[in-house]
């Protein structure tokens, strides 16, 4: 069974200072990755996504995440945050079921 | 594009009564649609996988009778809460999976909905 894992509840930085957010994930098939954020009272957006192919990937609004597969992570980064960047991030992890598996969050919270 | 909606976006219903939530893929079609239920400040939980014109799967724990789940067409899956209660208060998300690949997008990828809050007084 795929599990994943974000051992931080809540992530507290100051506006421009970089941030890491954790994901930790399990299985024992083929797995493809993704970070979705979530706005107060919003649906889920798509942040990233590893399918396959290059382990680091990208986000337009200057989010990455990159995959190591030995290490069974999917970090997700950003060197400068915004305060506009406060929100609840979740990590998942799927197979070729189409499942979702969701992580149970990590809210990261801006500070001026 | 990929644009999913959900309708209502909040509705207040009695105890016992039934409610009707719409889930919309407005510009791709969509043969796979999940049904999501989180809790405040907590993940989303799958409820269920629907496909057009089959019965729905259910996730383990999810009462069928409580929850049914109709995907008639490959743009539209409702979910109805039957006799609803106080503990069915949440707010559901579903999302939907692209036919197949289309430009940028891969049949890997789920395109959610805004999400719907329900309160049960």
């Known amino acids: 069974a795929q599990s994943v894992t974000q051992l931080d509840s809540q992530v507290p930085v100051f506006e421009e200072a ?23 009272n ?64 990590t809210r990261l919270l801006v500070r001026p | 594009g990929a644009v999913v909606s959900q309708h209502p976006s909040w509705v207040i219903c009695k105890s016992g009564t039934s409610v009707k939530i719409e ?22 939980m799958l409820m269920a996988t629907s496909n057009e014109g089959s019965k729905a799967t259910y996730e383990q724990g999810v009462e069928k009778d409580k929850f049914l789940i109709n995907h008639a067409s490959l743009t539209l899956s409702t979910l109805t809460v039957t006799s609803a209660h106080p503990e069915d208060s949440s707010f559901y998300i579903c999302s939907a999976r692209d036919l197949g690949w289309w430009g940028q997008r891969t049949s890997y990828e789920q395109y959610f909905g805004p999400g719907t809050r329900l309160t049960v007084t």
């Open chain 2, 23 to 44: 889930c919309r893929s407005l510009d791709f079609q969509a043969t796979t649609m999940f049904w999501y239920r989180q809790f405040p400040k907590q993940s989303l």
């Open chain 1, 42 to 105: 919003q649906g889920l957006q798509l942040l990233l996504k590893y399918l396959s192919g290059s382990t680091l990937v990208e986000s337009i609004n200057g989010f990455e995440a990159e995959f190591n597969k030995s290490q069974t992570s999917f970090h997700l980064r950003k060197p400068s945050v915004h305060i506009s960047d406060t929100a609840e991030y979740f990590c998942a992890v799927s197979d070729s079921s189409y499942k979702l598996i969701f992580g149970s969050g």
């Open chain 1, 18 to 40: 970089p941030v890491e957010l954790r994901c930790n994930y399990s299985s024992s098939v083929s797995v493809y990755l993704f970070w979705y954020v979530q706005y107060p």
